[in-house]
């Protein structure tokens, strides 16, 4: 047995429960295993859930994922301009939040908001820096949503996670050591475990594990995806305008990854911020 495998289990076993795949994803993920599959029949599979179509063609409206501005009106069409594996991780995005139940009704609500806008922020800062980092938008939005997905998930777990941890508001993020101390797990983990669970590329598993800590350049992809979710947290603050104590500690790291000077972050910021805006 792994030790992922195993703390799967110990976490289970803690009362913490993970969210299953839903099954659309995991007939996606087997027809996608297959080679070459032909856009029709993943067409037809994605079909079967509403909500997740929808989703779909909502992104396929955006500038992001469909700079030409085509007009789609049929999935396959969606899959052929988006591409087959890019849907998947679209779709594992938004299947997330469906997948996990709310009990703690205005928490979750808080928590998906900051989410989804950290997401779009990660996406757009990869799609500015794509030729620096090679990570992709799609890659990017999808360890966006997945990065602090142990949240909803201890919130279920423990009534009052919520209360000791002020997850009321989309400025307050909860504190690993904090989380720790109380419930004797932190979010962080749990969201690693959640990534492998759901069969996420490795390299967005390990940047969620990595959380907010540069992880060694030979880590290649994994560290440019930190740094882009790192500065995506930071215009997260900006753009909610709250002050952010711990970009000082990494801006150097992140920016110099991303190939952005200092001097340059005030141009860089404005540009996001004005996509970000209009694509709200």
Not at 43 to 54: E, F, H, M, S, V
Not at 243 to 250: C, M, Q, S, V
């Amino acid at each position: 047995m792994s030790s992922d495998e195993q703390a799967l289990m110990d976490l289970v076993a803690r009362g913490v429960k993970l969210p299953p795949q839903p099954q659309v994803l995991v007939q996606l993920e087997d027809n996608l295993s297959r080679g070459d599959p032909d856009v029709r029949t993943l067409a037809r599979t994605i079909a079967q859930d509403p909500g997740l179509t929808a989703m779909l063609f909502k992104a396929a409206r955006s500038p992001l994922f469909n700079p030409r501005n085509r007009n789609l009106d049929r999935l396959d069409q969606v899959l052929m301009v988006i591409g087959s594996k890019q849907c998947l991780n679209l779709a594992r995005a938004f299947s997330l939040a469906t997948s996990i139940p709310g009990a703690h009704r205005h928490g979750m609500e808080v928590f998906w908001v900051r989410a989804r806008e950290l997401a779009r922020l990660a996406a757009l800062i990869a799609d500015d820096r794509i030729t620096v980092c090679n990570v992709f938008p799609d890659q990017a939005y999808l360890a966006g949503v997945f990065y602090e997905c142990g949240v909803p998930l201890l919130m279920q777990r423990f009534p009052d996670y919520c209360q000791g941890l002020t997850m009321n508001t989309v400025n307050s993020w909860p504190s690993l050591q904090e989380e720790d101390q109380r419930f004797n797990v932190d979010h962080v983990t749990i969201g690693y475990l959640v990534a492998r669970h759901w069969k996420l590329p490795d390299f967005i598993a390990q940047a969620i594990r990595c959380h907010r800590e540069i992880p060694h350049a030979d880590m290649g992809a994994t560290r440019s995806l930190v740094a882009i979710l790192q500065l995506a947290v930071h215009f997260f603050f900006r753009v909610n305008r709250i002050d952010d104590a711990h970009w000082p500690i990494l801006a150097d790291e992140v920016l110099g990854e991303l190939c952005i000077l200092p001097e340059e972050l005030e141009d860089f910021f404005d540009r996001i911020s004005d996509r970000f805006d209009a694509e709200s």
